[in-house]
């Protein structure tokens, strides 16, 4: 897994846009105006992902790639090391769970606009 299968991913799902507000290296996902998955550009790949806090505890303590999240509310948001030992298939369904978690804390207003995107 890449950068690119992780850019791909994201930008499938429904309202999500891609930027860099806080520097070149670290690319950011948003659905309709809010984060979802941060990542870095340069080896070693990292993602960060929202996650509930309870799972969050239990997937750190699960997996030895992932930890509470860098420069993020490291309650609701885990770092994963993406090296090659982690399935593709349990990152894909991270990223799910974020962008879930994301759109669920909207706005009327913008599950409506996102509901007609």
Request: hydrophobic letters at 35%; charged letters at 30%; proline letters at 5%.
């Amino acid at each position: 897994m890449d950068i690119d299968n992780i850019r791909d991913y994201c930008l499938k799902k429904k309202g999500v846009t891609e930027g860099f507000p806080f520097d070149e290296e670290t690319l950011v996902f948003k659905v309709m105006g809010k984060m979802f998955c941060l990542t870095n550009l340069t080896p070693p790949l990292n993602l960060n992902l929202k996650c509930e806090p309870e799972k969050a505890v239990e997937l750190r303590e699960h997996y030895n790639c992932m930890h509470p999240g860098y420069h993020m509310d490291k309650k609701h948001w885990n770092t994963i090391e993406v090296n090659g030992i982690i399935n593709p298939k349990l990152i894909y369904g991270w990223i799910d769970d974020s962008y879930t978690l994301v759109v669920e804390s909207l706005t009327k207003k913008l599950k409506e606009e996102l509901r007609k995107k």
